[in-house]
């Protein structure tokens, strides 16, 4: 692993550690004031890199429920923005971003980021953000782990390492992480 693919994950982890504490709140992305997984990763987002990517719209507590069929928001929003984790490594690095499916044939419905020793933090209802155990469960769940760009390469438009085709009408653009 890279110098600043480590430095990167580990800022990454800082950023999500400030939010500690913030109280769950549904759409929201202020750090001490409220947030929900989203506007958590958002934070975390605007922390190492300022400005986001894309606004992101207004979205119901059901929004994966009601998602059309054969697309993942959540996913999909991921793979235009940070860097697929290669599936062959078995433990999630520090600063990886952990998506969570809670219904096999639902999309991905959650957001965390790893601590790197076996725990994550994340946002939901009822609770404050904080860091709990990765336990089998939510790896389970999981569908998906994604990194930070770091800075060196435009995650956009890098040249393509392989592309896997995930229904008739759907593919993703894999890359390899260094």
């Known amino acids: 692993m890279s110098a600043m693919r480590r430095e990167i994950g580990a800022a990454a982890l800082g950023e999500a550690r400030l939010w500690l504490g913030t109280p769950y709140r549904h759409q929201a992305s202020l750090r001490g004031i409220g947030c929900d997984c989203l506007g958590l990763l958002r934070g975390v987002w605007r ?23 054969g697309t993942d928001p959540l996913t999909e929003a991921a793979l235009r923005h940070l860097v697929p984790v290669p ?3 078995a433990a999630p690095r520090a600063g990886d971003v952990l998506l969570f499916a809670f219904r096999r044939h639902l999309p991905a419905c959650h957001c965390a980021i790893a601590t790197g020793d076996g725990a994550m ?3 939901h209802d009822g609770a404050v953000v904080t860091e709990v155990a990765l336990t089998g469960w939510w790896r389970r769940h999981m569908t998906g782990a994604f990194r930070f760009p770091d800075g060196r390469s435009d995650p956009l438009h890098e040249d393509p390492v392989a592309t896997v085709s995930l229904t008739p009408k759907t593919s993703m653009t894999l890359r390899t992480v260094s």
């Open 47 to 69: 922390g190492l890199y300022g400005a986001e990517p894309e606004a992101v719209p207004p979205y119901s507590g059901t929004w994966a429920v009601s998602a059309a069929p």
């Open 87 to 89: 599936a062959a490594e």
């Open 121 to 123: 933090i994340h946002a």
